[in-house]
């Protein structure tokens, strides 16, 4: 599955502006297969998870917004998945864990940092010493989600964000899911001045001139 998602958003058609996320069935992941794993040795462990760490990177930056809708299950290595997207929607059926404590492992897709990002290292360390159960409405508050909607209707609320983000500039989409990610690890000046250079590269666009044009003149654009 990690080869199958890393060659579809390596050949995602030039036109396509936004992507859904979703999992069939009742759940959206329920992590790694404990089952291939039972037998391993460590140089082979750590080549296993530098490639997820580069499948997920390669998927959170492909330069679309990833929308991610979420019911059931989103544990282990699909709530790491799922941190990797941009806009997360989940039915309030939802619920996240990090068991990796209770099985004698750890996280190895990413999740110390995406996951980290998200809800803090205290509250990281909590969930996965405890391996306890996050309910849909406690991750809302944590952040795991951005919006929280009814059983069944995780897909249309996440198409319906993915057209809204698709009708922008797609340099402003670009350096909105990138620009941000790179600010936030760096000092604050840095931050400040690659801000300012953004701000620059989108400001003197012919699709600056044209949103600026249709607000003025109270019409809409199409990018």
Do not use: W
């Not at 530098?50 to 282990?76: L, W």
């Amino acid at each position: 599955m990690f080869h199958e998602l890393r060659d579809a958003f390596a050949a995602l058609p030039s036109d396509v502006r936004a992507v859904v996320l979703a999992g069939e069935g009742k759940h959206f992941c329920s992590g790694l297969d404990l089952s291939e794993h039972k037998i391993a040795e460590p140089f082979p462990s750590v080549l296993y998870s530098r490639e997820g760490h580069r499948i997920f990177d390669s998927i959170k930056n492909c330069g679309r917004p990833i929308v991610t809708a979420m019911q059931g299950a989103v544990i282990g290595g699909g709530l790491e998945l799922a941190c990797c997207t941009h806009i997360r929607v989940a039915e309030t059926g939802t619920f996240y864990e990090l068991p990796e404590g209770r099985r004698g492992i750890f996280l190895g897709g990413g999740g110390t940092v995406h996951v980290r990002r998200i809800i803090g290292a205290g509250r990281l360390t909590e969930i996965m010493l405890t391996g306890r159960r996050v309910t849909a409405e406690e991750g809302q508050q944590m952040g795991l989600s951005h919006y929280l909607v009814e059983p069944g209707q995780a897909r249309t609320k996440a198409l319906e964000l993915a057209e809204r983000v698709a009708q922008n500039a797609p340099i402003s989409n670009y350096l909105m899911l990138t620009a941000i990610d790179m600010i936030d690890t760096m000092p604050p000046e840095a931050g400040l001045f690659t801000e300012a250079i953004a701000q620059a590269l989108t400001l003197t666009t012919g699709d600056a001139q044209a949103g600026m044009d249709a607000f003025l003149q109270k019409r809409d654009v199409k990018f």
